[in-house]
């Protein structure tokens, strides 16, 4: 799916992550003022969700009218899924929550879900590209958009060999997604951003070990128990130069 970038000024991206549009108390009607506010705000070219964005029970009137608010506002929005969405038992599924979103004519989530070359199915709802073209028609830039899935159970990690006390473990990339990422970036001629919800457990030895790092890190930085080798597949190819996480609120 391409975008184009605008010749006459650097392209404008908002994102917002962990925004959690539930029905505690009064926040949500504060969390969509806040998104709407910095969206009229900002006049972005795209605005990018990156997981646990509705969450909690009965969550299909609130995704319709997160839906319908960013249908109004006529911006281009690219949602990833987090481990949150689903979760409830009185929740939308993640498939169906992902049809909400897909009735905004401006959601840019494909209609059809990505399959590997020999025909396997790419797990998650929410693996999609974005190519940004520039004036000569030239891809210069790519977005990988990734779902990481929701809680992974202890059961599925013993068969892993991983033996965890943790109740709900956090999800990962899956191979099939790893594939899917191998097979499009060994072709590309650009740089390209992956956004994820999760991070990586190359973030967690970047925080612990790494020279150049900014910012606040306030809580811990949470990962499944198990690296599936994301990381590796991009150290491969060396094409991907930024991976966007959400997940840890105040990091």
Not at 94 to 109: G, T, V
Not at 134 to 160: Q, S
Not at 232 to 247: C, L, N, P, R, S
Request: glycine content about 8%.
């Amino acid at each position: 799916m391409f975008r184009t970038i605008p010749s006459d000024r650097p392209l404008k991206i908002i994102g917002f992550t962990d925004t959690h549009i539930d029905d505690y108390a009064d926040r949500l009607e504060v969390t969509l003022k806040m998104i709407s506010e910095a969206i009229k705000e900002e006049k972005p070219d795209l605005v990018v969700f990156v997981g646990d964005n509705v969450t909690g029970g009965d969550t299909l009137p609130r995704s319709e009218r997160f839906q319908k608010m960013m249908t109004d506002l006529q911006v281009p929005w690219a949602p990833v899924l987090g481990n949150h969405e689903g979760d409830n038992p009185m929740s939308v599924t993640r498939a169906e929550m992902i049809d909400i979103f897909r009735k905004s004519p401006n959601c840019l989530i494909p209609a059809e879900k990505p399959v590997l070359a020999d025909g396997t199915e790419v797990y998650g709802e929410t693996n999609y590209i974005l190519e940004f073209k520039n004036e000569a028609g030239e891809v210069v830039r790519k977005f990988y958009m990734i779902d990481c899935g929701p809680d992974t159970t202890p059961e599925h990690l013993a068969e892993l060999g991983i033996i965890i006390e943790k109740k709900n473990p956090d999800g990962y990339i899956k191979q099939s997604q790893i594939d899917w990422y191998k097979e499009n970036v060994k072709n590309d001629t650009c740089k390209s951003t992956i956004f994820c919800h999760i991070a990586l457990h190359e973030h967690r030895e970047a925080m612990a070990k790494g020279e150049l790092v900014y910012g606040s890190n306030l809580e811990g930085i949470c990962t499944s128990p198990y690296n599936s080798g994301m990381f590796a597949a991009i150290e491969e190819f060396g094409k991907t130069d930024m991976f966007v996480v959400g997940h840890d609120h105040t990091n």
